[in-house]
């Protein structure tokens, strides 16, 4: 839709007009000045959103609530039972993870999220989900060839490992617990949260 | 809806591009159409099953030629002239502006669509043999192509949810059980599923599925 067939490099006569800028964020712009105008939308509740996802509502929240269920069996045990009331113990809960399921890797199993009808994915644990995760290829493929998409992320399972993919096509919002790795031995809440990654609670990594 | 938004199972995207360090916004236009799309959904009380379906409406050239949040702003669009809001004048109806000290209240509140289970069966129990039905629907659905007709096993009974489908059209919730079922990767694929023991889960309503 952003017409700019001349890539990054505009000649200096492209500014001269001031319609260098792409389509989109000027037609955003102006979407934005006309609904202010008409008083559906308040600026500062515009800034107060953004900024709630880019700095309050991120992966390192799942991180928490992974490195808690690793350090305590029975936090474990309500997670994989009522994720969505064991997340708010520790204070998440909200838009898109109002029905959440966690869904525990084992030796045996090994877990991963998609979407393929849209981009749905646990907001209030893991945040606003990453580009490659709403993309055409890991939509597409993540049903059909799991198995090639984790190989491409560079996972490997053994071959007697069940792999469940878990296609978020309605209401349920889901995470995976990833195992716990070896090198946690000895650390504490805090540092174990630091091992977790996005990815690993996404499923297409190990940790 | 028979279009490109259903992707599972199709081939040729190619390999899956990520970023390190990915930001959360990749530029200032992509961040106000997100928090934007929040202000419209406040004031003109819409819900995800209709903005999914504005998207989902998008030609499907254009789908796959835009980025994500150009598909948002096409939706919001959509969203924002079929109830009048950009006519001239103001316009009637509408919520106020959320405020800012409003934001976070909204974000934590959620806006879960579990309704009341009281007076409404499962047709099924954990373990039950189903078939997703073979439906075509023109509007809204949240069955993937890739399923239909295809036998899964009850996982989980999920709970009484309202129905995308029905409210998508405007027919309200029509609340029902939601499962998850499991689909073996043979069943969905044939010879190409047959790589070790693959298992795919999906959430689908009581009017999707018949007894196997």
């Known amino acids: 839709m952003a017409k700019q067939p001349h890539g990054h490099h505009h000649a200096p006569h492209d500014h001269a007009e001031g319609s260098a800028l792409p389509e989109i964020v000027t037609r955003v712009r102006a979407l934005e000045d006309l609904l202010v105008e008409k008083g559906i939308v308040d600026r500062a509740a515009l800034d107060r959103i953004a900024e709630t996802y880019e700095t309050a509502i991120g992966p390192r929240n799942g991180a928490r609530v992974v490195a808690r269920a690793w350090s305590d069996p029975a936090y474990k045990q309500r997670l994989l039972s009522d994720a969505t009331a064991a997340i708010a113990e520790l204070g998440y809960r909200g838009l898109q993870g109002e029905n959440m399921v966690v869904v525990e890797n084992t030796p045996d199993v090994h877990n991963m999220i998609v979407c ?92 | 809806m028979n279009t490109v938004h259903d992707m599972g199972g199709m081939d040729g995207f190619g390999p899956i591009q990520r970023e390190a360090d990915e930001p959360v916004f990749h530029a200032d236009w992509e961040r106000r159409m997100f928090a934007l799309s ?145 689909f073996t990767a043979a069943v969905l694929w044939g010879h190409e599923g047959r790589t070790g023991q693959t298992k795919i889960c999906l959430d689908l309503w009581d009017a999707y599925l018949d007894p196997a």
């Open chain 1, 116 to 207: 393929t009808l849209c981009s749905c994915y646990p907001w209030p644990v893991l945040g606003l989900p990453p580009v490659w995760y709403k993309s055409a290829p890991y939509r597409s493929r993540s049903v059909k060839d799991p198995r090639g998409v984790l190989a491409e992320f560079g996972v490997t399972l053994p071959a007697e490992t069940e792999l469940c993919v878990w296609d978020s096509t309605a209401e349920i919002r889901y995470m995976v617990l990833p195992m716990r790795p070896a090198s946690a031995a000895g650390r504490n809440e805090a540092e174990l949260a630091a091992l977790v990654t996005r990815d690993g609670m996404i499923g297409t990594a190990l940790l």
């Open chain 2, 38 to 182: 929040f202000g419209i959904a406040v004031s003109v009380q819409t819900d995800d099953d209709h903005f999914r379906r504005e998207v989902e409406s998008i030609p499907p050239v254009t789908y796959l030629k835009s980025s994500y949040y150009e598909l948002w702003y096409r939706a919001c669009q959509a969203i924002l002239a079929r109830h009048g809001v950009l006519d001239a004048g103001k316009p009637l109806g509408l919520v106020p502006a959320l405020t800012a000290a409003q934001v976070g209240p909204m974000i934590e509140g959620g806006a879960s669509t579990r309704m009341p289970a009281e007076g409404i069966a499962a047709r099924f129990t954990v373990g039950d043999a189903v078939v997703a039905r073979n439906m075509n629907p023109t509007g809204h659905t949240r069955l993937p192509r890739y399923a239909r007709g295809k036998r899964g096993v009850i996982r989980a009974n999920r709970g009484v949810f309202s129905f995308a489908d029905s409210k998508a059209r405007g027919d309200g919730p029509a609340p029902q059980h939601l499962y998850t079922v499991a």
